[in-house]
């Protein structure tokens, strides 16, 4: 026990010596989290919140031009600028000049005449069916000019178009009905107050999560993917430093002096097994402190460990157990301190991709989302957002934790066993 | 004479040679003794310490330390053994004291004892001023000297040296020599490795010359000098033996 606690001494006192080090297990985490956290939140929010930037120009200037302007003004997803009113003389070419600049992310032009034009066309139609007369012209339109910046990504451009197609069908239908009732007022002679069925939808889609029975619920947002998910991450990447510090150990020779020593290969691996687990346990605590008291003063969301921090900690303990056994592994085989350091950042990377660290793996395809399957990160994703989102209990996080520890002792057999054949 | 450690027929094969490292290697060396084991590069020397120090194994043969089988008794002779390795085997970004403390402590040393013997080796070695200092700032001959006061805190009865004054000045040199002598005086028993003849004729009361994994002369060095005329010190001893050809 004493020379295990003398090791442990050792090993801390050189993980606080360095200093570089101690600044890739702590700051990376936390600078992950806060970064890539942020990203996400922005980029829902470009679609989501009052974020998009808009420039309209309405050289229409009539019912139509007058009610898409009323309307995109006072949307909640559109950030509206009138163009004539930064510039009197503003064309359709200043327009997309300023879109394809970035000035603006979207640019709508609403051409002169388009209500007149359809006015006319519209009731055209009407009078022709009533006389018994078919409308075999179906193809009619009137094209109101939609701008979008080049750099904008598909799944963007795809939520835009979306709102900006809505807001021209809630336009279109006020107008088209506001022309009935005038028509069937002519016909009827009676008045049709204040019809404004565009106003009542009527049939509604009524989101909802399938969760468990329970009150507080949540959805997952940028905050609930990137916290576990890069706490994984850097439990992992630990390997780097764990396997970088062993091999330092054996390349100076002090290794091999305690192996002299009345010092055993366990004991000297259980120390610093014991201080790195604790580093990983520090690396979650921080990023959860980060998540519940620094996000919310940030504007992002509050990450909500909804009450069950054991089972968290459990899925954390489990991971640090899988990262120091994969570490101990590459420390024993890699033969320098590079081959180590390149062969662990990269297979973490390789792990992390492949475990949907950064795309979820329900967005991959079936032989990516096959591969999942086998990533220890994975494994620690998937227990972490049963925790989260879909209220596990400690039974269900069981399985992940169970595949978790045994990667771990694959690897710390892997390493004994490569050691004893290497001794002989 | 009481042997302290006695080598029997010794085989050792590494898995990517055709050759053996050891090849029937007989050694014996006595309590008190300071023995030189001296050799070219290759011929055996670190794989011998390495053996004996239990970090590698061997294929055959026999070797007893202080009457016990090293492959039985590896973690009890532990305890009765010092190694100072050729390299600066210490944690470079601990301080002196720092390092001696948790290499004497995992040796079993009670604290307060620990402390006291720290102390008396620091100045003994000259280092007393210097031990709160990282090892990392150190000069060349501070680090070998720290680098010994490690194999030495325990007070060993065995003592293997592998190279303890290379590549250092010649006051840290003669510091350490000086130091060592009064160390087997005491009682400790050393075998020592160099390829500077000079010094190991003027420090060791037996020598053994091991060439392609086999002792091939073995005496004190005055004995050894004076079975030729054509001999005037134990490098013209050596070179005679070895030859002047370049080795691996």
């Known amino acids: ?15 606080i010596r360095d200093k570089a080090g101690l600044l890739l297990l702590f700051a990376m985490p936390l600078a992950l989290v806060l970064i890539m956290t942020s990203m996400q939140d922005g980029i829902i929010n470009v679609v989501t919140n009052t974020e998009v930037s808009l420039l309209l120009i309405n050289d229409d200037k009539d019912s139509i031009g007058n009610a898409i302007e009323k309307e995109l003004s006072q949307s909640t997803v559109f950030n509206t600028v009138n163009g004539r009113e930064l510039n009197p003389f503003m064309t359709e070419d200043d327009l997309r000049h300023n879109i394809s600049k970035g000035k603006y992310l979207v640019g709508i032009y609403i051409p002169d005449s388009i209500t007149q034009t359809y006015i006319l066309h519209f009731t055209h139609k009407i009078e022709k069916a009533m006389m018994g007369c078919n409308n075999t012209n179906n193809a009619d339109s009137f094209l109101i000019n939609v701008y979008l910046d080049p750099a904008i990504k598909p799944s963007v451009h795809s939520a835009l178009m979306s709102n900006i197609r809505e807001f021209m069908m809630k336009v279109q239908n006020q107008f088209t009905l506001k022309m009935y009732s005038d028509i069937i007022m002519k016909i009827s002679g009676h008045t049709i107050q204040n019809l404004d069925l565009s106003q009542t939808q009527s049939l509604k889609v009524n989101e909802k999560i399938a969760e468990k029975a329970n009150e507080e619920t949540y959805r997952p947002n940028a905050v609930q993917h990137n916290v576990p998910a890069w706490t994984l991450f850097a439990i992992f990447f630990i390997v780097v430093s764990f396997s970088g510090n062993t091999i330092k150990e054996r390349e100076d020779g002090s290794f091999d002096r305690l192996m002299t020593m009345p010092c055993s290969f366990a004991k000297y691996l259980s120390s610093k097994m014991l201080l790195y687990v604790f580093v990983c346990i520090l690396q979650f605590l921080m990023v959860l402190a980060m998540g519940v008291c620094l996000f919310p003063l940030l504007g992002l969301d509050v990450f909500e460990i909804n009450g ?20 101990t592994a590459i420390s024993t085989i890699a033969s320098s301190q590079q081959q180590a350091a390149i062969f662990g950042s990269v297979s ?6 492949i475990g949907g660290i950064w795309i979820p793996t329900f967005a991959m395809p079936d032989i990516f989302k096959f591969l999942s399957n086998i990533s220890p990160l994975n494994w620690g994703m998937e227990a972490s957002y049963g925790i ?13 934790c169970v595949y978790l520890l045994l990667f771990a002792l694959f690897c710390f057999g892997t390493a004994v066993i490569y050691k004893k054949i290497k001794i002989n | 004479m009481k042997s302290v450690l006695t080598v029997e027929n010794v085989i050792k094969r590494y898995k990517h040679s055709d050759k053996n490292a050891l090849n029937y290697l007989n050694l014996i060396v006595n309590e008190g003794d300071i023995y030189g084991f001296l050799g070219p590069n290759g011929a055996g020397k670190s794989t011998t ?17 202080m009457g016990k089988n090293i492959k039985e008794h590896r973690e009890q002779l532990k305890k009765s053994i010092g190694i100072v390795p050729q390299d600066i085997a210490v944690f470079p970004s601990l301080t002196a004291y720092e390092n001696l403390r948790i290499f004497g402590s995992i040796y079993g040393i009670e604290k307060k004892a620990l402390k006291e013997r720290i102390d008396c080796l620091l100045t003994m070695f000259g280092l007393d001023d210097n031990k709160k200092r990282k090892i990392e700032h150190y000069s060349g001959g501070m680090k070998r000297r720290i680098n010994l006061i490690i194999g030495i805190l325990h007070k060993p009865s065995f003592l293997l040296l592998d190279e303890p004054t290379v590549g250092i000045d010649v006051q840290s040199k003669s510091l350490i020599i000086e130091n060592l002598r009064k160390l087997n005086q005491e009682g400790t028993t050393i075998l020592y490795t160099s390829h500077d003849m000079n010094e190991a004729q003027n420090f060791c009361t037996k020598v053994g010359i ?32 070895i030859g002047k050809s370049l080795r691996a």
Not at chain 1, 1 to 15: G, I, Q, V
């Open chain 1, 1 to 15: 026990m004493k020379t295990f606690l003398n090791l442990l001494y050792k090993d801390f006192l050189l993980l």
């Open chain 1, 308 to 327: 069950h921090f054991f089972r968290m900690f459990l899925v954390v303990f489990c991971a640090a157990c899988a990262a120091i056994g994969f570490g």
């Open chain 1, 348 to 353: 973490v990377v390789i792990m992390a991709a």
């Open chain 1, 388 to 400: 989260i989102m879909r209220d596990y209990s400690l039974l269900e996080v069981l399985p992940q």
């Open chain 2, 49 to 65: 310490i390495k053996i004996l120090s239990g970090l590698i194994s061997y294929d055959e043969g026999c070797i007893n330390i």
């Open chain 2, 210 to 241: 091991i060439d392609e994994g086999a002792i091939i002369a073995e005496g004190s060095p005055l004995d050894l000098i004076t079975r030729s005329t054509a001999y005037s010190n134990l490098e013209s001893v050596y070179l005679h033996l």
